[in-house]
């Protein structure tokens, strides 16, 4: 029961992907902290002052027996941040991870002279017509 349990754990990647999960947390938070901390101020003062967020087309306004009132608007400001948010985060996102993340670099390749296939640049047989190839 229990190493049966230990089993599912390790071979359904359920601990990596809970592993992914938390890493993919924490670094949601140091990317919103660099927005909010480092980016955002900057780009608040060229955008229009008050609080723009908030602006909204109101449609309708209800109050109910408490006394509570239910704006009913369509909230472009708050629609217009979350955009403007969403634009931001995936850019910073596809900076750090240009930058982090190695680059892939293409295998050199040769084109074998007797059958015109490509085959690695080292090889010195052809994997496609087995011709003996010279440096
Ligand atoms: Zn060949």
Not at 19 to 29: L, Q
Not at 76 to 97: E, L, M, R
């Amino acid at each position: 029961m229990l190493s049966d349990f230990k089993n599912f754990l390790l071979k359904t990647n359920a601990l990596a992907l809970a592993i992914g999960v938390i890493i993919g947390a924490t670094t949601g938070k140091v990317v919103s902290a660099i927005v909010d901390d480092l980016i955002m101020p900057p780009i608040a003062l060229v955008m229009p002052p008050g609080d723009w967020r908030q602006a909204q087309i109101e449609l309708s306004k209800a109050k109910d027996a408490d006394g509570k009132v239910t704006v009913n608007a369509i909230k472009y400001g708050h629609f217009a941040g979350a955009t403007i948010d969403f634009v931001i985060i995936a850019f910073v996102v596809y900076v750090v991870s240009n930058k982090l993340l190695p680059r892939e670099k293409p295998a050199e390749t040769k084109t074998c002279n007797e059958c015109l296939e490509t085959i690695p640049k080292a090889a010195t047989r052809c994997k496609f017509c087995t011709t003996q190839l010279f440096a």
